[in-house]
Each structure stands twice: as C-alpha cells, then as structure tokens.
C-alpha cells in the first residue's frame, strides 16, 4: 500500500515536471525567430519612451523624473503633511491621498504632466490610479522620494 502510494506520487511529480519544461519557452525566444517591422509603438515598448522623447504615462525612474518636472511637469508629494515637512522634494506640490475625494477640484487645477510620489511607491501608485480615473492623462509614478 505504502509502495503504491509513493510511486503515485512519484509519477505525478514527474508529470508535473515534464508538462512544466515542456511548456516553459521565454515570449522572447518564439518571438525571436519571426521577423517583425519596428513601428512606433514598439520602440516605446523597448524603450519606455517614444520616439518623440517624450515617455509614456505610468512608472518612471528618477532620471526621467527629474527630466519631466525640469520640462514643466507638476511634481506631487501624496504623503501626509506630518511626511511632508520632514522633508520633500524642492518644488512639490502637497495634497496627500486621503485627501482626493475632497481636493478633487485643486488636483485638477494642478495642470498635466503631473508625477507622484510618496514614501516607498505603494501611495504613489495608487495616486497614479486615482488620478487616471478623474481624468488625468500624463500621470507619471516615480514611486518612493529615494527614487529621486
């Protein structure tokens, strides 16, 4: 009983395994043999940025970042005040993410581009979210002020 309980799982395991190398090709490698056209858009997915230099809307390092805000984009500390004061990124704008629902108006009237941050990302993506859903186009997430 004990011999054909083992050598049950055994052969499920193997199968298991068998099934998980059969099926485990990278997209890169099947898509590497077919020949592709570079358009546009597929240079801003390799890239991140397309080819008028301008990125995408949606996660940014701090490069990008500080390049976006010096080009005239509205940068956006989503932490709390208390956060806020105890140190902050020269020139942000304060309006913490509890605090949408009720500063709506004021978000809007911030202009676009606008990137967020806030304390380690987790706020800032959120922010970034919230912000798409009320109708803000280029919102950038440069997630936590370290990524600065």
Request: hydrophobic share 35%; glycine share 12%; net charge negative.
């Amino acid at each position: 009983m004990k011999i054909r309980f083992v050598s049950g799982w055994l052969a499920t395991l193997a199968c298991i395994a068998l099934l998980a190398a059969s099926g485990c090709s990278s997209k890169k490698e099947a898509s590497a043999a077919e020949p592709t056209k570079n358009t546009g858009q597929q240079a801003v997915e390799e890239s991140g940025t397309p080819e008028s230099g301008t990125p995408e809307p949606g996660k940014v390092d701090g490069e990008t970042a500080r390049q976006l805000v010096e080009d005239g984009a509205v940068l956006l500390d989503v932490r709390t005040p208390g956060e806020y004061q105890s140190g902050h990124i020269d020139g942000a704008v304060n309006i913490p993410i509890q605090e949408f629902g009720q500063r709506k108006d004021e978000l809007k009237e911030l202009g676009e581009p606008l990137v967020v941050y806030c304390r380690s990302g987790n706020r800032s993506a959120h922010a970034a979210n919230a912000l798409e859903d009320m109708g803000v186009d280029k919102v950038y997430d440069l997630g936590g002020i370290g990524s600065w």
